[in-house]
């Protein structure tokens, strides 16, 4: 069982940054993929990125690619979303999820464990 922790959301202007976190404890948070998805008003969970626990290789949604950065530390136990350039479309709640069990990982149902969320909110 993983228990999942994020923080650092907040309100921010167009164009601004916001470094989100994700704070896990449990066992075997190194041998678990870590992924950030978003859920605006009246829409269902997006992808948003992904690092693979094995080479810490990483994807993203097309919407963040080359303005988002996830990263891990496993030493800490902590995962985080780095948001550059943020947009009034980035508006949502963040949620930080960890242990894939399918080769999907752009789907919210092959993620097991699931933070409570955290609210980003961008100005125009």
């Known amino acids: 069982q993983v228990r999942l922790v994020e923080s650092g959301g907040g309100l921010v202007q167009t164009g601004g940054s916001l470094r989100l976190s994700c704070a896990a404890s449990?066992?075997?948070?190194?041998?678990?993929?870590v992924a950030w998805f978003r859920q605006a008003p009246g829409k269902g969970r997006e992808f948003v990125a992904t690092?693979?626990?094995?080479?810490?290789?990483?994807k993203y949604a097309g919407s963040a690619e080359g303005r988002f950065t996830i990263a891990r530390n496993n030493a800490e136990n902590t995962a985080s979303l780095q948001m550059n350039n943020l947009k009034p479309e980035d508006t949502a709640v963040y949620y930080c999820?960890?242990?894939?069990?399918?080769?999907?990982?752009?789907?919210?149902?092959?993620?097991?464990?699931w933070g409570q969320g955290t609210q980003v909110t961008v100005s125009s």
């Open positions: 999820a960890a242990y894939s069990t399918g080769s999907r990982y752009d789907s919210a149902e092959v993620w097991n464990y």
């Open positions: 690092i693979f626990w094995n080479d810490f290789g990483t």
């Open positions: 449990g066992r075997n948070f190194d041998s678990y993929s």
